[in-house]
């Protein structure tokens, strides 16, 4: 079974810094692109970041680019997001999300909290 | 860049049909996928590449996808249909994932 686990949220003051971590179990982690996605209390969702299989493509959207790296150990079948200067509009739950074919996301972590303040 | 637009709410009697659209620029030209989400709870896939269904997911859920268009219809709506759902392209011009605001949907 395909599974995705995050960890590493947390209460962080602003200008800070968080690592979350996604470990996969169930799948091929090699092979499969993942991302970062997050959801503001409230809102609706927000792509942060994108990283193929073997780490050659990354891709961030504008609002975290500079602060937030995305990076991965396939030895390990874990994802990371580092996260520095932290905002309070950071805010949110962090999921990952394992991409398919042309792009659909098929599984999902269960979230894990960020809190800025 | 790619904005994807959706209602930010419908309300449907149960055994009623449910179409939820996402308008974007030429969306027609690219690969649509759209999301549920239930209070508390991560987002599930329930449409890929514009109409397909993965496995467990209803019949009752399909898409389609033409011009400045896309849709997700639910076509008898159950209470359990409750949730927010979300369209999700590949913005291939940026290199770039967009969401759509996404639709919650009530059954009456």
């Known amino acids: 079974e395909v599974e995705l686990v995050e960890s590493g949220g947390g209460l962080v003051t602003p200008g800070g810094s968080l690592r979350l971590s996604c470990g996969a179990s169930?799948?091929?982690?090699?092979?499969?692109?993942m991302n970062w996605v997050r959801q503001a209390p409230g809102k609706g969702l927000e792509w942060v970041s994108y990283?193929?299989?073997?780490?050659?493509?990354?891709?961030?959207s504008d609002s975290v680019r500079g602060r937030l790296t995305i990076s991965r150990d396939n030895a390990k079948n874990s994802l990371f997001l580092q996260m520095n200067s932290l905002r309070s509009e950071d805010t949110a739950v962090y999921y990952c999300?394992?991409?398919f074919g042309n792009g659909g996301w098929d599984s999902w972590g269960q979230g894990a909290l960020v809190t800025v303040s | 860049s790619l904005v994807l637009t959706q209602p930010p709410s419908m309300s449907v009697a149960p055994g009623q049909a449910a179409a939820i659209t996402c308008g974007g620029n030429?969306?027609?030209?690219?690969?649509v996928h759209w999301y549920q989400q239930k209070p508390g709870q991560a987002p599930v896939l329930v449409v890929y590449?514009?109409?397909d269904r993965p496995s467990g997911i209803p019949e009752r859920f399909s898409g389609s996808n033409s011009g400045h268009t896309a849709t997700l219809t639910i076509s008898t709506v159950e209470a359990g249909d409750e949730a927010d759902y979300y369209c999700?392209?590949?913005?291939?011009?940026?290199?770039?994932?967009?969401f759509g605001g996404g639709t919650r949907l009530t059954v009456l």
């Open positions: 590449d514009d109409r």
């Open positions: 999700h392209v590949w913005d291939s011009s940026r290199d770039h994932v967009v």
């Open positions: 169930g799948f091929m982690f090699r092979s499969y692109a």
């Open positions: 999300a394992r991409a």
């Open positions: 990283i193929s299989g073997d780490s050659s493509f990354i891709y961030y």
């Open positions: 030429n969306i027609g030209h690219k690969h």
